[in-house]
């Protein structure tokens, strides 16, 4: 069952917040976050796995709500080069031990 | 090598033809997987090997798709005569292991006229 993703795009200004959600109608055993630059592959942010949060880099950080089954990735103080496609990835459970299922996408634009 | 990698990078073929795209994995990497983005679309899964188990072909979209795997290195996913709505980028990724995080390959864009 394919994640959904929220909002499917965002324009902000250097500097300003953004949050990204994903939400699951099935129980999540584990959420990814990658961003794809355009023209450019996929790169990993972070994962979260039941219970826990994990921050990948400093102005990025995400939760992980199991009892929703959603996700959210924020994005603070936002840079030019956070610019690009979130996806988040959702592993889960009596799923298959290991593929990720992505969302559409949510296409963040970033302005001077 | 230090990323995955992917050849070839670009390739245009005729409706019909069959075309074979080579994933190379990070070294060590136990799971790999291959997925599919169309033009301004999302990820969508194709296949998934770990180790030496049987693979994931649940996404596979028809039979003229297969995918092997020699051990734990380089994978080649084939399409049979291919059709135009087959243009796209093909992606294939690694991971340590089940469920880890993914690295990514450059892709290959294929293109059927």
């Known amino acids: 069952q394919q994640p959904v993703q929220s909002p499917q795009a965002v324009i902000l200004r250097e500097g300003e917040d953004a949050v990204i959600n994903c939400s699951s109608s099935?129980?999540?055993?584990?959420v990814h976050w990658y961003r794809q630059k355009h023209g450019e592959a996929p790169v990993f942010l972070m994962i979260?796995?039941?219970?826990?949060e994990q921050k990948g880099h400093e102005k990025i950080s995400a939760s992980f709500n199991e009892k929703k089954q959603q996700s959210s990735l924020y994005l603070t103080a936002s840079q030019l080069s956070y610019s690009g496609t979130y996806f988040c990835g959702t592993m889960n459970y009596g799923g298959s031990q290991g593929n990720l299922i992505f969302g559409k996408g949510t296409k963040l634009s970033v302005k001077p | 090598g230090a990323g995955v990698s992917q050849s070839p990078s670009n390739k245009v073929t005729e409706k019909g033809k069959d075309v074979e795209l080579r994933c190379d994995p990070i070294?060590?990497?136990?799971?790999l997987y291959w997925y599919r983005q169309r033009l301004g679309q999302g990820l969508e899964f194709l296949i998934y090997f770990q180790g030496n188990s049987a693979p994931d072909k649940s996404g596979l979209p028809s039979d003229r798709f297969s995918a092997e795997r020699t051990g734990e290195s380089v994978s080649t996913l084939t399409i049979q005569r291919t059709q135009q709505e087959d243009s796209a980028v093909y992606l294939c990724a690694s991971s340590w292991t089940s469920g880890g995080s993914q690295f990514f390959g450059p892709g290959t864009r294929l293109t059927v006229l």
């Open positions: 070294s060590g990497h136990t799971a």
């Open positions: 979260l796995l039941k219970g826990g």
């Open positions: 099935k129980a999540l055993y584990s």
